[in-house]
């Protein structure tokens, strides 16, 4: 999933994501019988400033791509 912070600098960004990340992993998802279920995330923070050379829709599809890379970057470190 993706969430779009409008006029937030990266530091905040980050803190942001590692704010989510804590919340989903310290809260285990019960299963049935009584079981539970860790959740981990590896999450790509990205930043984009506004470029009057693209569109909106395209600006916004490129700051996906950024975060996207920053994921898998997180995923194997």
């Known amino acids: 999933f993706v969430?779009?912070?409008p006029e937030t600098d990266l530091a905040t960004a980050h803190a942001v994501a590692?704010?989510?990340?804590?919340?989903?992993e310290t809260?285990?998802?019960k299963l049935e019988y009584g079981e539970t279920a860790s959740i981990t995330a590896s999450?790509?923070?990205?930043?984009?400033?506004r470029n009057?050379?693209?569109d909106l829709e395209n600006?916004?599809?490129?700051?996906?791509?950024?975060?996207?890379?920053?994921?898998?970057?997180?995923?194997?470190?």
């Open 43 to 49: 999450l790509g923070v990205a930043e984009v400033e």
């Open 52 to 54: 009057n050379d693209l």
């Open 18 to 24: 590692e704010r989510v990340r804590i919340a989903l």
């Open 59 to 77: 600006m916004v599809m490129e700051c996906i791509n950024w975060a996207d890379m920053a994921m898998y970057r997180a995923q194997s470190g």
């Open 3 to 5: 969430i779009l912070l």
């Open 27 to 29: 809260s285990p998802v």
